[in-house]
């Protein structure tokens, strides 16, 4: 397959939430228009911070009524008895989600809270049905993992999975790797270890992989290693962001100018 991944670089972390924002804006409004609704698949981190901060301004500058908007969240933790971690921990991407966004849309836009959705621990391949049965998602963003994960699906040695496989990946509970807890801990939990949960459920590659168009940002040096090799056009299931490599409609937006630690 032709590679029709686009590469944009960027100047800064603010240029880079500026287009970005602006392109999930157009996006929604285009796909509101046509259709009346959109199905948005939304991710977590701090590269999303000044992002969802922009796209809430410029929705409730525009007043467009968002009652067609349904969104998707990629992955949540999940504790000790194999459930959802509650919204009221603070690591939560639910919590995350709402006070990073959901709660700076004006109540005017008619968001419904009842069009947010979350993959749940105790049925994780539902998420696909439920996604699949709704149409699908018209649009993915995505941050990347240091060691170059998509939502929560961690890197797998080559030779036990062919990539073929991989990229079918079902939503599912997974063992968060060493890296990504150590990663999580310095980014969202002052460095504590002990508390980022090891387990988490995340969409699984093949429903990621099956949106319309996929948008995936950096802003970290940390993510520059993962990025290079996705540049090599290298597929491997030990980069799962390389698996965009091989779809219709991805584009990477980069910078690298955000320093390690959790900005508010
Ligand atoms: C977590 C999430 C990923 C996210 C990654 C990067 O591991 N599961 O979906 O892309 O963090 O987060 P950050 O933006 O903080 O670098």
């Not at 809270?113 to 621990?121: G, L, M, V, W």
């Amino acid at each position: 397959m032709n590679n029709i991944l686009k590469w944009q670089k960027v100047k800064n972390y603010n240029e880079m939430s500026r287009i970005a924002a602006k392109l999930i804006f157009n996006t929604i409004i285009k796909n509101l228009k046509i259709k009346n609704k959109i199905n948005i698949g939304l991710a977590t981190g701090n590269t999303m911070l000044k992002v969802y901060r922009n796209l809430a301004d410029m929705f409730n500058n525009s007043g467009t009524n968002l009652s067609g908007m349904a969104t998707y969240n990629l992955d949540e933790y999940v504790d000790n008895e194999g459930n959802n971690i509650y919204i009221n921990h603070n690591l939560s991407y639910a919590l995350y989600m709402k006070n990073n966004f959901f709660s700076l849309l004006n109540p005017n836009l008619e968001f419904k809270f009842s069009n947010i959705f979350f993959p749940d621990a105790i049925n994780p391949e539902k998420y696909d049905t439920d996604i699949a049965d709704a149409g699908n998602l018209d649009f993915q963003l995505l941050g990347i993992g240091f060691n170059g994960h998509i939502a929560f699906n961690e890197p797998l040695p080559a030779d036990s999975i062919s990539i073929e496989k991989f990229k079918a990946l079902p939503s599912r509970i997974v063992e968060l790797n060493e890296l990504t807890i150590k990663t999580n801990a310095k980014l969202t939990a002052g460095n504590n270890l002990l508390k980022v949960p090891q387990k988490a459920v995340t969409m699984g590659m093949a429903t990621i992989l099956k949106a319309e168009k996929i948008l995936l940002l950096a802003c970290f040096p940390e993510q520059t290693i993962p990025l290079q090799m996705i540049k090599k056009n290298m597929i491997s299931p030990e980069i799962p962001a390389s698996c965009l490599l091989q779809h219709k409609n991805s584009i990477i937006i980069y910078t690298s100018d955000k320093i390690t630690l959790t900005e508010k």
